[in-house]
């Protein structure tokens, strides 16, 4: 079975990407890794990481009921968003990741930076959906 990984961040663009996976990968081929990183907090309290990651759960749940027929992992990771992502990568031997060219609604150049970061270091291919028309 392949390991997909999508992070996503709970924007309308990135839950979109989590959709597309339905036109590329057929349910019994693939376990979906839904993964969020929190890059705003700063700590090394368990009961501040354990509240960050109950309030980030509701993100990943809305994002794994778009694909109710996946296996799905839901996972919370803390730090810089490229690095995490990359780390997580390796560490569960993904087979492949899914992104959209950037999320956020500010000024960024081309892909935007952690998509950037993505496409250039990761081990894995990295499927890359446009940003104003996620599916395949």
Known sequence: MKRILLPIDGSKRSLSAVQSIESIFPPDKV??????????????????????????????????????RYTVQKIVAFGIPGNEILKYAREQNVDAMIITKRTSTTLSVLLGSVATHLVKYAHCPVIVLPEDHPEI
């Open 31 to 68: 376990e979906v890794l839904l993964l969020i990183v929190r890059e705003d907090i700063d700590s090394r309290s368990e009961v501040v990481l354990n509240d960050m990651e109950k309030q980030s759960m509701p993100i990943l749940d809305q994002a794994a009921a778009l694909i109710p």
